[in-house]
């Protein structure tokens, strides 16, 4: 079996930048970058500057993503302390609610109780509420879970501890799903000294025994696999003060193929982490006639083949056991051997 095709790819964690980052990446670049990784529906995060936290700036991002775009996307929008009252207006235009409980790129973060009951007693049940949370504040967010008895999203997994504090709270039944991403299964602190800034990200890589606990739990509590696709270009990542983050929309597939071939996982459960999960988590609608290609020819990842405005990737120079050839989106071929097909506009806006 050389080629194969799989179901058009869900990343419910990317960045692309919209507004105010848009020398990083764009709704053109970074959708451009997502069916280069046979990727053809994504979920936009909300750190952007400002931060998508009011109907101002969530209305302004939608206004632009309905121009640029080549795949679908939905736009979270983002908790803040300063802006409880809008949340119910955000809620009909948003893809879902995005809390930042630790300290990363960007002003958006929630630290006090009152702005967590708002969002979890005004967010419309129908829709997740996804948190970056870190170690203890995972314990927070299951609590959370419990008490309003509502779904929460574990947002890029990454230590022995949360994995298996998320496990033993799905044991009790909580209604709780996470994420991990392919930094965290495929690179570790060793890589993160030998990549300096360019393997700098929140969470940061972990120790060999955190990657092997993700593995330990890739056929069971791990829900999805989400890029945190997190562009910053060469020139911030080199400055004194380097914005952590790293992209990954292009290498995500090409590397859970690598695991396929050296039967870390099967294809099914691949299909299940990278499309149905994440559909079903976030309600996402159905994309007709949508398939991407896959070809199981090793190559080389090379940061010069990279789509993504920042042109770059933490995975430079590794090999990979398979890549993507097309992408067919509602019946139009919109990628072919490194080309992007799509025009902007082919994508729609989802929620
Ligand atoms: O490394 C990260 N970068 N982690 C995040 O949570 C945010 C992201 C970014 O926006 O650059
Ligand atoms: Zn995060
Ligand atoms: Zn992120």
Not at 88 to 105: Q, R, V
Not at 251 to 278: G, W
Request: a negative charge.
């Amino acid at each position: 079996m050389n080629t194969f095709f799989l179901p058009g790819l869900i990343d419910v964690h990317t960045h692309l930048r919209v507004p105010g980052g848009e020398h990083k990446e764009d709704f053109r670049t970074g959708t451009a970058a997502a069916l280069a990784g046979g990727v053809t529906m994504i979920l936009a995060m909300p750190n952007t500057s400002p931060p998508i936290s009011t109907l101002e700036v969530l209305d302004q991002a939608r206004r632009q993503a309905a121009e640029d775009i080549l795949c679908d996307v939905g736009i979270y929008a983002g908790a803040s302390p300063e802006h409880t009252a809008e949340l119910p207006a955000l809620a009909p235009k948003a893809a879902a609610l995005k809390i930042y409980l630790n300290d990363t790129f960007g002003p958006l973060r929630v630290e006090d109780v009152p702005t967590l009951r708002a969002c979890f007693q005004t967010w419309p049940r129908d829709k997740m509420i996804a948190m970056h949370a870190e170690k203890q504040s995972v314990a927070v967010g299951i609590g959370l879970a419990a008490t309003y008895e509502r779904p929460v999203h574990f947002c890029h997994i990454s230590h022995r501890e949360e994995i298996e504090l998320i496990a033993d709270a799905k044991m009790q039944g909580l209604p709780i799903t996470c994420e991990v991403t392919p930094h965290h299964l495929f690179l570790d602190e060793a890589d993160a000294a030998r990549l300096g800034n360019l393997g700098d990200m929140r969470p940061l890589l972990g120790t060999a025994d955190d990657v092997a606990a993700l593995w330990e739990h890739i056929n069971d509590t791990i829900d999805c696999i989400a890029t945190d696709h997190a562009p910053h270009t060469l020139e911030e990542k080199g400055s004194d003060s380097p914005p952590p983050g790293v992209p990954g929309l292009e290498t995500s597939l090409p590397l859970l193929l690598t695991a396929v071939s050296e039967n870390r996982l099967t294809l099914e459960r691949l299909m299940e982490l990278m499309h149905h999960n994440p559909r079903r988590i976030f309600d996402l609608p159905e994309q007709p006639d949508t398939r991407v290609e896959v070809e199981m020819t090793p190559f080389t990842i090379r940061s010069a083949d990279m789509k993504s405005k920042c042109g770059w990737t933490p995975f430079d120079s590794m090999e990979a056991a398979g890549k993507v050839v097309r992408v067919v989106l509602r019946g139009k071929m919109v990628y072919e051997d490194g080309r992007i097909l799509a025009q902007a506009g082919n994508g729609r806006l989802i929620a």
